[in-house]
T-cell receptor, first 111, second 113 residues
Framework: GEKVEQHESTLSVREGDSAVINCTYTDTASSYFPWYKQEAGKSLHFVIDIRSNVDRKQSQRLIVLLDKKAKRFSLHITATQPEDSAIYFCAASNSNNRIFFGDGTQLVVKP | DMKVTQMPRYLIKRMGENVLLECGQDMSHETMYWYRQDPGLGLQLIYISYDVDSNSEGDIPKGYRVSRKKREHFSLILDSAKTNQTSVYFC????????????FGPGTRLTVL
């Protein structure tokens, strides 16, 4: 089955800098790649996704890049703010009813 | 208002007791999920439900069962709870087959003593 790996378990950046979280996946059939954010003590909520028919998507300060050849995708957060501090989960789905999550990256934005 | 609710939010049980966790959604989503989250282990999928009475095991179904009699409700049952089932449990729902965003409930923190 699919296996999603998040390469950074923790990431610390200065406020205003960019943060990059990298993920890889194994199943070439995966076609949908969402990202979720979990603030301390709270639930997960969706932040952005990308589908395999594009290689870049941007929503305000969030940019997702997809490299299908390398089976790699990444979340870029530009101009980071303290409220960006959270755990970020990447995920992959092959439209076969399952979504596979990475183990999460703890992002700390220092003032 | 698109929402997933979970009840109860906090629960303390003794080993061997039965546990019922309830989840509801108001979006008429066909697919619903139960996950557990333990520190450092990310999300582990327990069960998936594709619609009423159409459920499938996830990665860690042992010790759990589910019930879905109405599209908007999905229950997780622990018969004779064990201490290693202490965890935070999340319910989620999505339209279609997982290629759309999942909406997560607020979670239930279960402690089994």
């Amino acid at each position: 089955g699919e296996k999603v790996e998040q390469h950074e378990s923790t990431l610390s950046v200065r406020e205003g800098d960019s943060a990059v979280i990298n993920c890889t996946y194994t199943d070439t059939a995966s076609s949908y790649f969402p990202w979720y954010k979990q603030e301390a003590g709270k639930s997960l909520h969706f932040v952005i996704d990308i589908r395999s028919n594009v290689d870049r998507k941007q929503s305000q300060r969030l940019i997702v890049l997809l490299d299908k050849k390398a089976k790699r995708f990444s979340l870029h957060i530009t101009a980071t703010q303290p409220e960006d501090s959270a755990i970020y989960f990447c995920a992959a789905s092959n439209s076969n009813n399952r979504i596979f999550f990475g183990d999460g990256t703890q992002l700390v934005v220092k003032p | 208002d698109m929402k997933v609710t979970q009840m109860p939010r906090y629960l303390i049980k003794r080993m061997g007791e039965n546990v019922l966790l309830e989840c509801g959604q108001d979006m008429s989503h066909e697919t619903m999920y139960w996950y557990r989250q333990d520190p450092g282990l990310g999300l582990q999928l327990i069960y998936i439900s594709y619609d009423v009475d159409s459920n499938s095991e996830g990665d860690i179904p042992k010790g759990y069962r589910v019930s879905r009699k109405k599209r908007e409700h999905f229950s997780l049952i622990l018969d004779s709870a064990k201490t290693n089932q202490t965890s935070v449990y999340f319910c989620a729902s999505t339209r279609d087959w997982g290629t759309y965003e999942q909406y997560f409930g607020p979670g239930t923190r279960l402690t089994v003593l």
